[in-house]
């Protein structure tokens, strides 16, 4: 890169103030900008929150010439230059949401020199106009924001992110090139260096952890109910509540209003207009709680927000915990809790199978859901659980996170060993006779019921059929799900998912083993009967 620049000596810290105000860097920006300011390439993987946008920004202004952020918002580049404009600093972007008469102002301002930082979406890099208006100037830098999206392995891909290095490459001299984003697992890591082909870069990556919001799940209930209690339990907060759908976004803002909550709602289908001014009010605490669809929250700063529900449960794990992770951000205590019901894992099979993906980014799909129920049904520390699933080690070797439900909610132990060994005793019937069922149809087996498909499939000709039958079905189902999350039972992956012996299973049918279950206090309505004091 040219950008042995002259410029280095200068105290980023001093445009620090200068610029934003700040007084000092947060962790990870100080090595990032030096990085930069030295001409070398940077990968930054920062959680949301933690102050990227500094990382490009102030080289931006450091450098001389100008720098080209590559953003896939339109919103986000609005409210990110709006914010530098504020702060003195001359930004544009180029979108198509821009009238003519703003597009070519902007391009002759960047022929001028005007800008020092341009924001463009990646579907606008290869226009000729603005190929044409950047010619005539020299660009010191190509940030990437949201990174992520080069990879098929991401949870956002976005084709038009592979012609990235094309357009880098197109410009007359090899700029600096950073890339950021929030959310990246060790595979998403790569292909993102391999896809921007990142010149021996720099990758700085911060924790995960956010040791300030408290997790927790809340399964099998009613969603409203929970929902009103836990709102009750947040008085005059201010939280978001995300919907999967503009269908239960306005049932669920409907419930808020009814029950004199001060909300309001945004969606995707609303008016631009009115879009935007139930956005401003959230933001300025007129209506301090919001329920909306996964379309809102991206690059909104808002730092009081204590509570963040997800009313239905996510496609994945980085989505959810970009979303849950816009709680806290103050750094005061935060809560994010997730209703999950098996119609989520549905509904959300349903929306990857019929989306226009190609077969194998939906069976990638697939997988990153299949660790999200997974997140939903597990036992142990929900802290940990994400923070490996992006790689950070940096909590594993504590017991207890202490800031979670499943680190310190209440449960109580209860033998189920009877039941898994009929579970298991079906299951491996079931392969005796080569065929797998999912969930629903175990269930159905053993409360015995007698229903199509089980006499479809002759069913109740097993000896298991019916074994549990005073059961009641929920209560087999929190059995199952402690056994799936345990792995005592696998599950395929797919739209279909049938369950498998899993692990211990011989030892669990030939010894009868014995299998203790962790259950949830506020399932015990469901579980009491076999309580183990
Ligand atoms: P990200 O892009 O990582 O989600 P942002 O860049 O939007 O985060 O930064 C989040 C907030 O933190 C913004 O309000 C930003 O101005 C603020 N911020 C960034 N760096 C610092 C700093 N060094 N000191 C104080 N506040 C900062």
């Known amino acids: ?301 808002k730092s009081n927000v204590s509570f963040v529900i997800h009313y239905n449960m996510p496609k994945n794990i980085e989505g959810y915990y970009q979303e849950a992770g816009r709680a806290g951000r103050d750094g005061s205590k935060g809560d994010c809790i997730l209703f999950y019901s098996p119609q989520d894992t549905i509904t959300n099979r349903f929306l990857i199978e019929k989306s226009g993906d190609s077969k194998s980014l939906k069976s990638k799909n697939f997988k990153l859901l299949h660790k999200m129920e997974k997140y939903a049904l597990t036992s142990s520390c929900y802290r940990k659980f994400i923070l490996n699933y992006f790689s950070d080690t940096s909590k594993d070797d504590m017991d207890n996170c202490d800031n979670c439900y499943n680190c310190n909610g209440n449960f109580k132990e209860i033998d189920i060993s009877h039941e898994t060994y009929l579970i298991m005793t079906t299951l491996s019937q079931l392969k005796s006779r080569n065929k797998s069922f999912g969930k629903n149809i175990i269930i159905n087996i053993l409360k015995g019921s007698n229903n199509e498909n089980i006499r479809k499939y002759n069913l109740d000709s097993l000896e298991s059929f019916g074994s549990l039958f005073s059961k009641t079905k929920n209560e087999i189902k929190l059995i199952l799900e402690y056994l799936i999350s345990n792995e005592y039972i696998l599950t395929s992956q797919g739209r279909f998912p049938v369950l498998e012996l899993g692990r211990n299973y011989e030892s669990i049918l030939k010894y009868n083993q014995q299998v203790i279950m962790k259950a949830d206090f506020r399932d015990l309505n469901d579980l009491s009967k076999n309580i183990v004091e």
Request: net charge positive.
């Open 1 to 301: 890169p040219n950008n042995s620049n002259n410029s280095n000596n200068l105290e980023p810290l001093k445009f620090l103030k200068k610029y934003f105000g700040y007084n000092e860097f947060r962790e990870g920006q100080k090595e990032i900008i030096e990085a930069i300011l030295s001409g070398r390439d940077v990968l930054g993987i920062m959680p949301t929150g933690s102050g990227k946008s500094i990382c490009y920004q102030l080289p931006a202004m450091i450098f001389d010439g100008m720098s080209i952020v590559i953003s896939p918002l339109i919103s986000l580049m609005k409210d990110q230059v709006y914010l530098l404009n504020q702060d003195g600093i001359n930004a544009c972007y180029i979108n198509s949401s821009l009238s003519n008469k703003e597009f070519f102002s902007y391009l002759d301002g960047i022929r001028l020199g005007k800008y020092k930082i341009v924001y463009i979406a990646p579907e606008g890099m290869f226009s000729k106009t603005f190929l044409d208006a950047i010619s005539a100037v020299d660009i010191s830098m190509v940030a990437v924001d949201e990174a992520h999206c080069v990879s098929q392995w991401g949870h956002d891909f976005r084709p038009s992110y592979l012609k990235i290095k094309k357009f880098i490459n197109s410009l007359p001299a090899s700029p600096v090139v950073s890339a950021f984003t929030a959310t990246a697992t060790k595979q998403v890591e790569r292909d993102i260096l391999k896809q921007l082909k990142l010149s021996n870069p720099l990758t700085v990556k911060t924790g995960y952890d956010r040791g300030n919001l408290y997790f927790d799940v809340r399964k099998n209930s009613n969603k409203n109910n929970d929902l009103l209690e836990i709102l009750n339990n947040h008085r005059d907060k201010s939280g978001i509540i995300y919907c999967n759908t503009r269908k239960n976004v306005e049932s669920v803002y409907k419930l808020l209003i009814k029950n004199g909550y001060n909300a309001s709602y945004y969606h995707g289908g609303l008016k631009d207009s009115i879009r935007h001014k139930n956005q401003e009010n959230f933001i300025e605490d007129i209506n301090p709680i919001i329920v909306a669809t996964n379309a809102f929250g991206m690059g909104i700063d």
